[in-house]
């Protein structure tokens, strides 16, 4: 598992990353509220991923690594309160395969997640 200064984290299972909202992403945000993710079929690290509305911010978080994506989670349009919950299995936006191995090492691990909030 790593994760992104963005508040995102990447579990990697075999060759596909899924790409969720992580604990502080989840706490920078606040409850979300609505949810707007666009599908496509690649994605750049960088590119826009999702824009939210939380309790506490709007933002919009960018893909932390370059992709195919091959799943997108369709129902946070509808059910954006799916990204409030710590079960990876409801609270993921993309899975993406093709992804730059050294992309993904350059991603904090979960040991180095505390120094976010020191920078």
Known sequence: MKYSKEGLYIEKKGEEYRIGLSEKGQDDVGD??????????????????IGLEGGKAVSDLHSPLTGRVVKVNEQLSNF???????????????????????????????SGFDSFDQE
């Open 32 to 49: 979300v509220i609505f949810a707007d993710i666009k599908a496509q079929k690649t994605i750049k690290k960088g590119d826009f991923l």
């Open 80 to 110: 954006p309160e799916r990204l409030n919950s710590d079960v990876k299995s409801r609270n993921w936006m993309i899975i993406l395969t093709d992804v730059d191995e050294a992309e993904y090492a350059e991603l904090e691990d979960e």
